[in-house]
């Protein structure tokens, strides 16, 4: 949904009075569409706007996500108002502070490999502490950390998006063969208890190279900001670093995986990060991970769908 200025000084005067808006730049979409909006005062903020109405709104769900990360010591852009009532515009949205960044896809194509292994050491460390944030139980949650849909997540990706959603749809338009269509559907069913046996902690589940941002600050790397944040749950960390070990449409070296690693510790077993593997390669090559486009999209989707049959040899083979 795009606002022209007059709704979005309307916005910005519900939700920061005293405050006039000095410039707009609209800085496009993925799953919100995103303004920096200059002020008056000097400093600027970012409004996020839902722009799929037919998805589950997530928008004040966004705000508690950076309220529980702030409460275990993650700095986030802090958010200063979240309206989904609609009784400002129609449109609900996330006012928050604004905080730059380089994307992890753009940043990696311009640095040197000394300073690569930097940046995934510092991942490392940024994810081993979201994932000490320890959740009651595997699940979506909304306003109240405490309360989660009673769907196993584990079940739910392995019905939406194996055997239906993507993995179907693969089949379907021949992207892969019947027999690896079979197999992934087999191994997942006989390894869903073996997935579910997991401590729950906060996932960000969104976490794609489009969606992690860093600055370099006193000569080291931190994440700066993580978009995507309504796709936040309590779940297997392992989802996570399976996203980040074989990230989409991006290659992660070994070495830069070593390099997480240290910052991170411990990785799970590799049966764990395989399983999670083809159901995020089945995802990402049909498309349910909105990737910027590339003219290398399409050579990558074509790898990622070959990589499933990989997996599950390694899976198979224990």
């Known amino acids: 949904m ?11 005067a519900a939700q920061l009075p005293g405050r006039r808006v000095l410039g707009i730049e609209d800085r496009g979409e ?58 400002v515009i129609t449109a609900r949205y996330v006012i928050q502070e604004w905080v730059g960044g380089q994307r992890l896809d753009g940043l990696l194509a311009r640095i040197g490999e000394d300073e690569a292994l930097a940046v995934y050491r510092a991942l490392g460390a940024f994810y081993r502490r979201i994932h000490a944030i320890r959740g009651p139980r595997s699940g979506v949650w909304f306003e109240d950390p405490e ?4 769907v196993s997540p584990n079940d739910y990706m392995y019905r939406a998006e194996i055997v239906e959603g993507c993995g179907k749809r693969a089949l379907d338009q021949g992207r892969i063969t019947r027999r690896t269509y079979e197999r992934a559907v087999a191994v997942w069913r006989e390894h869903l208890d073996y997935l579910q046996d997991h401590t729950p902690t906060l996932v960000h589940y969104s976490a794609f190279p489009w969606t992690i941002y860093l600055e370099c600050e006193d000569g080291a790397w931190r994440i700066a ?7 936040v749950l309590w779940w297997d960390p392992a989802v996570d670093l399976a996203m980040l070990r074989y990230p989409p449409f991006m290659e992660a070296p070994p070495t830069r995986w070593q390099a997480f690693l240290e910052g991170y510790g411990p990785a799970p ?3 764990r990060l395989h399983l999670y593997a ?21 050579a990558w989707a074509a790898r990622a769908l070959q990589d499933v ?10």
């Open 225 to 231: 900001k993580l978009t995507g944040l309504g796709d």
């Open 278 to 298: 083809v159901l995020q390669r089945l995802c990402a090559a049909m498309g349910a991970y909105m990737a910027p486009e590339r003219p290398s999209n399409q």
């Open 30 to 87: 993925w799953v919100r569409r995103t303004y920096r909006i200059a002020l008056d005062d000097g400093g600027a903020v970012a409004l996020k706007v839902r722009a799929h109405p037919e998805w589950l709104d997530s928008t004040l769900h966004e705000r508690r996500v950076v309220e529980t990360m702030a409460e275990h010591g993650l700095r986030m852009p802090r958010v200063l108002a979240a309206d989904a009532s609609g009784s």
């Open 309 to 318: 049959d990989r997996f599950l040899d390694v899976v198979e083979r224990g």
């Open 147 to 150: 309360v989660t849909l009673p």
């Open 269 to 271: 077993e590799p049966r």
């Open 2 to 12: 795009e606002l022209d200025h007059e709704t979005i000084a309307r916005v910005v």
